[in-house]
């Protein structure tokens, strides 16, 4: 069985400090992977996504950058936190090439002050 | 990937059938309805998705009009555990990126 597994669980950080959470899949080879974000109240947003190592396409613009340093590891990082960067962030993965059928992490909650 | 529209909630209680409509008049041919749901502090779930044909699996049943521009998920015997927000998606089976629009869904609220 395929698991996701993100972390940490929760960060509260503060406005320009650096930034790097991560995430991490098992039990499937050569998944596509996604980072999402979602603002408290607000809608999600896709911001990269990877179809293999070393390989990351941004999707949305927030001042952050991804990276897949293995097949099955996809970190998501900033050298400077804004207080816009606030919100729930999601690690997603899909097996099959182009499909919308995507299978979400837990989670990780940011807060910046 | 085209707009699809849905109310902003619905209410049942536990035991009931319930119909998540949702409109997609401007669907493409190549098109699939995807629907996820969501509860708070947790990542969207998948829960079903379809072409043309009505689709069923452990989870639901994906009603999808001849025309194609709505379509009907319907959850059998909700318990609480289906309270979420439902989120109806279209998009096209594209090579790369996959990338899911989610809207504001609609929140499902079920009563004991």
């Known amino acids: 069985a395929q698991t996701i597994h993100q972390w940490p669980v929760a960060e509260i950080k503060a406005v320009g400090s650096p930034l790097s959470l991560g995430c991490t899949i098992k039990?499937?080879?050569?998944?596509?992977l996604y980072w999402y974000w979602q603002a408290t109240g607000g809608t999600l947003q896709q911001l990269f996504y990877?179809?293999?190592?070393g390989q990351v396409e941004s999707v949305v613009q927030l001042n952050l950058s991804a990276s897949r340093p293995k097949d099955d590891q996809f970190i998501l990082s900033t050298e400077k936190l804004l207080l816009s960067h606030s919100g729930f962030y999601l690690c997603?993965?899909?097996?099959?090439w182009g499909g919308g059928e995507q299978y979400f992490g837990p989670g990780t909650r940011l807060t910046v002050l | 990937d085209a707009k699809t529209t849905q109310p902003d909630s619905m209410e049942s209680t536990e035991g009931e059938t319930v119909h998540l409509p949702c409109s997609h008049a401007?669907?493409?041919?190549?098109?699939?309805i995807y629907w996820y749901r969501q509860v708070p502090l947790q990542g969207p779930e998948y829960v079903t998705h379809?072409?043309?044909q009505n689709t069923t699996n452990s989870m639901a049943f994906l009603a999808i009009a001849s025309d194609r521009k709505s379509s009907t998920l319907i959850l059998p015997h909700v318990s609480l555990r289906d309270a979420a927000v439902y989120h109806c998606?279209?998009?096209?089976?594209?090579?790369?990126?996959?990338?899911?629009?989610f809207g504001k869904g609609a929140k499902l609220t079920v009563s004991p």
């Open positions: 998606i279209l998009r096209v089976q594209q090579g790369t990126g996959s990338k899911l629009s």
């Open positions: 379809g072409l043309q």
């Open positions: 039990g499937k080879s050569s998944p596509n």
């Open positions: 401007t669907i493409s041919g190549n098109e699939y």
């Open positions: 997603a993965w899909s097996l099959d």
């Open positions: 990877s179809i293999t190592v």
